[in-house]
């Protein structure tokens, strides 16, 4: 797999219910961080977490790192249409800044 | 305060001519990295500048593709001889230095179509 490989490729739920995704690295990192793009558009960065931190949360967002499994989920909460979007996580091995990104979930939310 | 601006949004040339892609950093913001998309991908790394500097430009194709920071202006990203290959979404970043890099600011991209 590659570093910062997400699972599930796609995922579509109703609105109100939670969305889970996941996240797999394979080099020592000193942060993961999580974006989402909508189609066509750029990427919003939505939270860091950093390798001494296990969980994190911002507004409906919960994100956790596990280190050991060199894994990161992220847990979007009461999903809105309006999440429907692609989201990636991003690690930076070995604390650079180039930036490695997976191919991405693709959340879709139906109203 | 505006954030990372990028233009063309969209850019469309035929096979053999040159595509230049320009990257305006946040305000404040001294580093600009460059990033490629092909469709259902993620985002690749290709060069890292700050003013007048290219720090890293390993993700960067030796041939055709070129990239610069001047002390004045916007990030260029040139690719000389457009193939087909080279359609695809490119995105900038810019960030703060030194710990300020963790966190880049990504701009809208812009979508070369090369025909």
């Known amino acids: 797999s590659q570093q910062g490989e997400e699972d599930p490729q796609a995922l579509s739920i109703q609105e109100g219910e939670n969305a889970t995704m996941n996240c797999s690295y394979k080099t020592s990192i000193n942060n993961l961080q999580w974006y989402r793009q909508n189609s066509g558009r750029g990427l919003v960065h939505l939270i860091l977490?950093?390798?001494?931190?296990r969980e994190k949360h911002s507004g409906r967002l919960r994100v956790t790192l596990d280190t050991s499994k060199k894994s990161s989920s992220l847990l979007i909460t009461a999903s809105r249409a309006a999440d429907t979007a692609s989201y990636f996580c991003a690690t930076a091995p070995g604390g650079t800044y180039k930036y490695i990104f997976g191919t991405g979930t693709r959340l879709k939310v139906l109203a | 305060n505006a954030g990372v601006m990028q233009n063309p949004r969209h850019l469309v040339r035929r096979r053999g001519q040159e595509a230049r892609l320009r990257c305006s950093p946040m305000k404040g913001h001294s580093h600009v990295y460059w990033y490629r998309q092909l469709p259902e991908e993620g985002l690749k790394f290709m060069v890292y500048l700050q003013k007048e500097n290219i720090i890293d430009e390993s993700g960067m194709p030796k041939e055709r593709f070129s990239a610069e920071f001047p002390k004045e202006g916007p990030s260029i990203l040139r690719i000389q001889q457009v193939v087909r290959g080279d359609s695809a979404a490119y995105f900038c970043a810019s960030s703060l230095p030194d710990r300020g890099r963790e966190t880049q600011y990504f701009g809208p991209g812009t979508r070369l179509l090369v025909l």
């Open positions: 977490i950093r390798s001494n931190e």
